[in-house]
């Protein structure tokens, strides 16, 4: 793990001489939007966003789907949540929930719920910088994101270490330079070397100058919330009343489950669908721990846990695009270890996506594992979690690439190998074609019994683009494989992140807009940036 | 890869220790069937066999459907395949097809095809000498089998080495004691350190002897067809009739595709077809090798293959147990080499299952991979086969565990791999209740906003079954983790592989039938064993 400095020196190198010059000057790369399959070595499919054609897994059948519905309702209803900014329940006061008081606790009727969540659009558009970045949440999309909010990072070649802005800028050039990753769904991993009160606007700063893509603002006090609402508009170029009419943010809203919304997470609900911008729903229900042993009591207080922040933002704003979504996983009752990608996990992944699209809501759901590192573990793991998610049909798939350690660690070579998973991904979701052509009778009658396709015109004509070409996958045979050093998909997704930081070049961003942002950043740190004692 | 002796030493400890010792005295361990759970410190789930209780999917449309088995009945009809064995074209003409004489050709109405195949059995059983063993196939029945045929087979102590009998035996150790295997589907790996003529003789005896499951016979020659529908007998203790009335051998038979069906295959269907045991009709189609380079052509080719074997054999004894086999993958254009679980396999493996749905087959799939190593490679691609196989409603999973190198070598660590994923995949399969007690509101209520629920008396009633309990997945904490050793899952997988090597313990066998299996194979092997000239 410790066994070169060569990541180091490589990603110092890029640090010192690559966005921060181009950012500066606001250089463009002059190809903007021409840029698909061969970059300087790397091929990888155009930037495109994912449809998902075939139809949703139905774990559950539809009685089923309202047992759990019901039993949120009465959890709802009866037990009521927890809502601790007083500005919070004041609006849902007002709203005719039923706030106890001298209590944080809130409970609403049914009627209340699903009267406010059918406000919430089933589809909308987040808004990136290059309108050809723009995302359709909501319906058959699959959109995919960067590892968010790990608190380490690592790579094979110099191990495990706290996050810090090196990394976290070499992750933000593996996002924008992966045409399979959409957007930026947070930090990749938390730059903990730079001071808290003024870190979201180093960061967001670098999303907007770094990347072209959509990202996403932490709900982590209202003056953080502000900035990102801010400098997204400036990045964008927009009037404020234009960024109203555009979602160009999105925020995770994380329940403090079971049954909680605390002041930060309620405080973003309100100033994120105040202006109209993106708010995910998501409790962190684990089974076992803060919901229920039991799947279905864990999907319960899941959906108890949603409906009621869903709520609440439509009741904040009527019609604000908000998400569904769904983390339920289980831990290991011999540890208390949190568990992913597990078989329980592609069930609720799956019912969960049953549950969201009972009330037309985008749902959003995450590519998971525990592994420690970028093993067959990581791997098994993470292709379970697609599998409940694709087949779940996610609209917004959050860490997409790089997660390890159940999020406590971002891997530069897990990004490689869940950037080929996802790539794996969209080519299965490509339709078949089935048709006079691609039946191709003709060339079976020209070959007939005992023949070979390779050399037939049929084949000529087609096999450039007839297969997924993979980032990974190494298939040739052992002797040659052998011979050429026996490495693993690990070892290969190393030369992979290292040649595309290597290959990165920051997307076109207009000068005036760079020296706005540029200005709003200065002048927030001389103010001081944000309070750290929320 | 050659740092230890320690795998040879405990393997042949074991093989000078264990089942001949075992097998020769018709030593009864005396618990056959209460074992479950914990053995010796290794914990599984009982044996059981698995129903999938989700809809399969549905990559294409009906209509799209019906435009493969249309095509493929065209390719029947007006290109043919080749029956190079006399016997089966003479079979074919009295049936009706349109043998071209002088040549190897035959070409079939589309309705004697419809014919034949709608007098195969839309569900049968094999049965194993253990009663408790018997398989249910076809239907939502989900069967897995142990990898089979590979040349090589490797460890990580010792490296890649050819087949042999010590190596084989072991395989057939760990399929037996793994409860999530259900049969052998050939031999594991080919122990080319046997005789050739006698080779069969050996291979079948271990699976009658060192283990309870179903089992697969080569069909490679009638005198082995014939040898292995005599020890099977033996085995289970039938009359000649009564073997007759119960299917207790499968034979996989492939084509050579393009459009071929050789002597042995087509001797293989005739023999075991007309005792009324189950033949496995599987085109080998590599998309853009031996069939066209578009899906849609391989599965059109596909299906015309496996139609015509289909049919074959519904000729030979209508009613005989058979099972549509699907294997359609691509290679890699640049240098030819076959892929596995890639994004076409996955679709290739769901169009199967619709195809033999349409034709009310049992379907046969396989859990598959193109990797050298156990590494992240070789899990994602099997987890993508996974998927594929399970979405696709599989019925029999051929080369459930153990698989590697497209099939070149069989890997100890990839069998208890593969023997986890198969697990979780049975536990994904086990339907989610639903009911006031799973909901669980009382331990909601008791809990409460931001309390726990690992006190709960609702927890500790159901925490010990509550989730899947891996074999390899380690979901400690990084420290933790990496104070133990930073071991990899493939590193575990090396452990756990010996240590159930260790505790394999033979199943009851009754002396008399050991004793007439152990006469009959003598009496061959005296008679030379079988033509290896074929």
Redesign the interface.
């Known amino acids: 793990?410790n066994d070169g400095g060569l990541g180091e020196t490589a990603a110092t190198a890029i640090e010192n001489d690559g966005s921060s010059r181009s950012r500066r000057t606001g250089r463009s790369s002059g190809r903007r939007g021409k840029r698909a399959g061969r970059q300087n070595g790397f091929t990888q499919p155009a930037w495109k966003t994912i449809v998902n054609p075939?139809?949703p897994?139905?774990?559950?059948n539809p009685e089923?789907i309202e047992?759990?519905h019901d039993?949120s309702l009465?959890?709802l209803e009866?037990?009521?949540?927890?809502f601790l900014l007083p500005e919070a329940r004041e609006i849902l006061d007002k709203a005719g929930a039923d706030v106890t008081p001298g209590s944080?606790?809130v409970r609403f009727d049914r009627s209340m719920i699903l009267e406010a969540i059918a406000n919430a659009p089933s589809e909308f558009t987040l808004h990136a910088r290059n309108p050809e970045r723009h995302l359709p949440m909501g319906g058959r999309n699959f959109i995919t994101s960067m590892v968010a909010s790990a608190p380490?990072c690592s790579d094979t070649d110099r191990g495990?270490r706290v996050g810090n802005q090196v990394d976290f800028r070499n992750f933000v050039r593996l996002g924008q330079k992966l045409n399979i990753i959409h957007m930026f769904g947070g930090y990749p991993v938390e730059p903990v070397d730079l001071p808290p009160a003024t870190r979201h606007l180093d960061c967001l700063s670098d999303f907007i100058t770094m990347g072209d893509k959509v990202f996403h603002a932490y709900s982590l006090g209202r003056e953080r919330n502000l900035d990102a609402l801010e400098m997204v508009r400036i990045g964008r170029g927009l009037t404020e009343s234009e960024l109203d009419q555009q979602p160009s943010l999105l925020t995770i809203i994380n329940t403090?489950s079971?049954?909680?919304l605390d002041n930060p997470m309620l405080t973003g609900i309100i100033e994120m669908a105040r202006r109209n911008q993106a708010v995910v729903i998501t409790p962190f229900t684990l089974?076992?721990?803060?919901?229920?042993?039991?799947?279905?009591?864990a999907l319960?207080?899941q959906n108890a846990e949603a409906l009621a922040g869903l709520a609440f933002a439509q009741i904040v704003r009527p019609g604000a695009p908000v998400m569904y979504g769904g983390f339920t996983s289980?831990?290991?009752?011999k540890?208390?270890?949190?568990?992913f990608g597990?078989?329980?996990y592609?069930?609720t992944a799956q019912?969960g996506g049953q549950l969201a699209r009972r009330y037309g809501i985008p749902y959003r759901s995450s590519n998971v594992n525990?592994?420690?590192?970028?093993?067959?573990?990581?791997?098994?793991?993470?292709?379970?979690a697609l599998?409940g998610a694709v087949?779940g049909h996610t609209n917004l798939l959050k860490h997409g690439a790089g997660w390890l350690?159940?999020g406590?660690?971002a891997s530069f070579e897990k990004v490689i190998?869940d950037a080929?998973?996802l790539q794996?991904?969209a080519?299965?979701l490509?339709p078949?074609?089935?048709?006079d052509?691609?039946?191709?009778?003709d060339?079976?009658?020209d070959?007939?019994?005992?023949?070979?396709?390779?050399g037939t015109e049929?084949?000529q004509a087609?096999?450039?683009k007839?297969?997924?070409a993979?980032i990974?996958?190494?298939?040739?045979?052992?002797e040659s494989?052998?011979e050429a050093g026996?490495e693993?998909?690990?070892q290969r997704?190393n030369r992979v992140f290292k040649q595309l930081i290597q290959e990165y070049e920051a997307p076109y961003l207009d000068p005036a807009t760079a020296e706005e942002l540029a200005e709003f950043v200065s002048k927030r740190k001389e103010e001081g940036g944000v309070p750290t004692d929320f």
Request: include cysteine.
């Open positions: 793990m075939y139809a897994a139905e774990v559950l089923q047992r759990i039993a009465t959890i009866e037990i009521g949540m927890d944080e606790r380490n495990r403090s079971p049954l909680r089974s076992g721990a803060m919901a229920p042993v039991t799947l279905a009591g319960a207080q289980n831990v290991d009752m540890s208390g270890a949190p568990a597990t078989p329980e592609i069930k019912i525990a592994s420690n590192c970028v093993d067959a573990q990581a791997a098994y793991e993470s292709v379970f599998w087949t350690e159940g406590l660690c190998l080929d998973l794996m991904v080519a299965y490509e078949l074609e089935v048709s052509a691609s039946l191709g009778l060339a079976v009658r070959v007939g019994p005992g023949g070979h396709f390779f049929h084949t087609r096999y450039e007839a297969f997924y993979p990974l996958s190494d298939w040739r045979n052992f494989w052998e026996s693993t998909a690990t997704a």
